[in-house]
């Protein structure tokens, strides 16, 4: 049974025919990084499609598009040029296949990867019915636990211990995630967007997730089970209440994030054992408008790597 806390109310997101945008499209995500001093480029001509702009070592600067629908990708790299970006190489990682990008000169960096996508709109004994046997069985299993669930916004704690148990992760496992102070802004920034669901057992910590929601979409952007959190199925139960209240809540979509079965199998499997489907995203395009016509036709060579499966 959930613990609540008296701030725990989110913004109902206002209903939309579209489908929700990735995490780092949206105005939540574009008021996080404003925060923390950076000044995204948002091209309203094309709904606005947030731009980064990063700064390497020995002052090499790159713009980069993240997940954006990239539907009309001429017109896209035309918009940068006129905002100034005539000369910086565009490094662009559409929400979709665009194998079109080869034809205006960009060139494939990376193949596409996938992400787990869970659609929140059916009922609840739908939802039930689509996890898959083995989650379904750790979910029942963790009920039995007598765990104590909480929900609450995200605390302005850089020490919490959720935040401790993802840096040792990151460590040890050798990948980087979000910086930590731009989390703390996301939920400073986005009152009551940044849900922090937890599983205790007796008083210590089992599980948590931390979900970031954004108009009618939310995002699964941390989460870690102990050791006897795994042994008492925390994670799943935690997953399982998290997915009820979104949906509760109007958000239609959740995304799990990507899905690596060669280098995180278990993972995987918990994310696609929700009910999730594999979205394929569009790869990683590299552009610089001083040899966008040159490098057309080696581009047209690897574009097939990039298109639709």
Known sequence: MFDLTPADAMPRPASSTEPPRALQQTPEFTRALQACGQKPLLLDALKDTVVLQRRFAGGFTAAMVNRAPISKPLRLLELLQEKGLRRTPVILSPETPAPELARCGAVPLMSPASVAMLDLTPGLDQRRAALHQKWRNRLKHGAAQNLRLTRQNLPNDPGHWLFQADARQQTSRGYRSWPLALTLAYARENKGQAKLFQAF?????????????????????IAHATARGKQLSAHNLLMWEAMSWLAAKGITRLDLGLVNTEDAPGLARF???????????????????????????????????????
Do not use: V
């Open 201 to 221: 057992d007796g008083r210590d910590p089992a599980a948590a997730i931390l979900i970031l929601t954004h108009g009618q979409g939310a995002t699964y952007h």
């Open 271 to 309: 994310k696609l054992g929700t009910g999730a489907q594999l979205h394929r995203l569009g790869g990683t395009w590299g552009y610089w408008p001083p040899l966008g016509r040159l490098l057309r036709p080696l581009a047209a060579l690897d574009s097939k790597l990039m298109a639709p499966a």
